[in-house]
C-alpha cells in the first residue's frame, strides 16, 4: 500500500514539474498528460527492473556500458567521416540508441550464466532470500494438501501465487461445470486458509508475460527470474521444468514417499468397482486414491474381496498395487442322507 502511495506521487510530481517547466509553449494540458505518461513508463520500467534476479540485473548493467562504449567508438569514426551537420548528429544519436539497447537485451539474456559465488559472501543473502521462494501452481492449490502441509510447519520461506495463476483459478471457479466450479472454489478456499495462517507469508505477485499464452511457461519463466521452486502435483509440469532446470516441489512425490510400504503377500481388503485393460482383471482404489488391480476378479465387481498383494509399481505419477484374490478353502460337499432301511416283520397269526 505504501508502494502504491509513493508511486502515486510520484506521477503527480512530475507532471506538475511538466506543468510549471513548459517547453516550446506546449498547452498546459498536455504537458501534464506528457509528464504523467512519462511517470507511468519510468514506474512500468521500475516494476520490471525490481522482478529480475541480481544475476540478470549485474548482465543487464554490464551489457549497456559495454553498448555505450561501443557506441562512443563508432560515434568517433562517423566523426571523421562525416561532415559536421545534423546528419552526423542523427547518426550518432541512433548508434547510441541501437547500441544501449542491444547491450541491454542481451545483458539481461545471458546474465543467468553469472557466477555470482566467485564472488565470495557478499551475494549470499540474496541467494538465501531466493531459495526461500516457492511459486504455488493451480494444481498445488485445487488439491488443498498444501495448506495441511503448512499447518504442521514443514514449508518456511515466501509462497507466492501469480497474479495470472489467480485468473486462472478464478476462471475455473466460475467455469459452468459443476465439478470445475466446486474444485475452483476450493481452490479460493484453500488460499483464504493460507492467508490467515501465522506461520506463513503468502504474497500476490503483479509479475506477468504478455507475450507467453500457456500458463505453466508463464510459472517456468516467473520461476528462472526469482530462482524460485514450483510447487505442483502436475506430472507434465514437473518433467517440462526438469527440462528447463527449474527446480520443483512435487507434492505427490513427497506423499509418496511418506505411504507406508505394501510388501508383496500382505494381505487387504479391496472393494472391485469396475473392469481392468487386461482380460478378467478388476480395478479398486485404496482411501488415498491409490489403484489395486486384481486378477480373476472381473466377475467380483461391486463386491469386496480380500486378496494377497503380488507386486508394487510406484512412479511420479502415482502408485498402482497388483493383487490376486485369495482361493476361499473348498467347502465339504453335503454328505449324502443314508439310505432308508425298510425291515419287515412276519408274524404268525394263531389259527
Excluded at 77 to 82: Q, T
Excluded at 230 to 258: E, Y
Amino acid at each position: 500500500m505504501d508502494l502504491a502511495l509513493i508511486r502515486i506521487l510520484f506521477v503527480l510530481v512530475v507532471a506538475a514539474v511538466c506543468y510549471f517547466f513548459r517547453l516550446h509553449g506546449l498547452p498546459a494540458w498536455f504537458s501534464v498528460l506528457t509528464g504523467a505518461g512519462s511517470a507511468a513508463l519510468i514506474i512500468a520500467f521500475e516494476v520490471r527492473v525490481r522482478a529480475l534476479s541480481l544475476r540478470r540485473l549485474i548482465g543487464a548493467v554490464i551489457g549497456s556500458i559495454l553498448g555505450i562504449f561501443g557506441a562512443f567508438l563508432c560515434s568517433l569514426v562517423l566523426a571523421n567521416s562525416l561532415p559536421t551537420g545534423n546528419t552526423r548528429s542523427l547518426l550518432q544519436i541512433l548508434v547510441l540508441l541501437l547500441m544501449s539497447y542491444v547491450g541491454l537485451v542481451v545483458g539481461t539474456s545471458k546474465g543467468d550464466m553469472l557466477n555470482l559465488s566467485a564472488l565470495g559472501d557478499l551475494f549470499s543473502g540474496e541467494r538465501q532470500n531466493r531459495r526461500n521462494v516457492k511459486l504455488l501452481d493451480t494444481s498445488a492449490i485445487i488439491d488443498g494438501r498444501i495448506a495441511d502441509m503448512a499447518d504442521t510447519g514443514f514449508l518456511d520461506g515466501v509462497l507466492v501465487i501469480p497474479e495470472f495463476v489467480l485468473r486462472e483459478l478464478q476462471m475455473v471457479a466460475d467455469s459452468s461445470d459443476s465439478s470445475k466450479r466446486q474444485r475452483g472454489r476450493r481452490g479460493l478456499d484453500v488460499l483464504q486458509r493460507m492467508q490467515s495462517n501465522a506461520l506463513l507469508t503468502v504474497q500476490i505477485m503483479e509479475e506477468d508475460f504478455p507475450h507467453i499464452r500457456e500458463v505453466d511457461l508463464k510459472l517456468l519463466e516467473l520461476a528462472k527470474q526469482l530462482d524460485a521452486k514450483i510447487v505442483t502435483n502436475d506430472f507434465n509440469l514437473n518433467k517440462v521444468a526438469h527440462l528447463h532446470h527449474v527446480s520443483v516441489l512435487n507434492i505427490n512425490d513427497l506423499a509418496n514417499s511418506l505411504k507406508p510400504v505394501v510388501l508383496p503377500g500382505e494381505k487387504m481388503n479391496i472393494a472391485i468397482l469396475k473392469e481392468g485393460k487386461e482380460y478378467n482383471q478388476g480395478v479398486g482404489y485404496l482411501d488415498d486414491g491409490t489403484m489395486v488391480v486384481v486378477d480373476h476378479a472381473r466377475r467380483m465387481i461391486g463386491r469386496s474381496v480380500e486378496i494377497s498383494v503380488t507386486s508394487v509399481l510406484q512412479t511420479a505419477s502415482g502408485k498402482m498395487i497388483f493383487g490376486k484374490m485369495d482361493e476361499a478353502p473348498p467347502t465339504p460337499a453335503a454328505q449324502k442322507p443314508e439310505p432308508l432301511r425298510v425291515t419287515t416283520e412276519i408274524r404268525e397269526v394263531p389259527g
